[in-house]
């Protein structure tokens, strides 16, 4: 991202938005891979409550987070 973009939410309203569609509502488990340079999606995805699923980065520096919900779930 453009860094002159950057702390201003987008992260979070598009997590926030794709967590809330409704075409998605039967599903169980989101996942991202966030490279080592950025530290800031890490940190909205965390927010979010997605967890790290590696303890460090793979061979390609990537860092894979997951977040779980049961459809039934309120959202």
């Keep these: 991202m453009d860094p002159s973009l950057r702390r201003r939410g987008y992260c979070a309203a598009v997590v926030g938005a794709v967590?809330?569609?409704?075409?998605?509502?039967?599903?169980?488990?989101?996942?991202?891979?966030?490279?080592?340079?950025?530290?800031?999606?890490?940190?909205?995805?965390?927010r979010a409550g997605f967890e790290p699923l590696n303890a460090g980065p793979d061979w390609e520096g990537m860092i894979y987070y997951a977040g779980f919900r049961h459809p039934a779930e309120p959202r």
């Design 19 to 46: 967590l809330m569609m409704p075409c998605l509502e039967h599903v169980e488990l989101f996942a991202a891979g966030v490279g080592s340079a950025c530290a800031g999606l890490a940190d909205c995805l965390r």
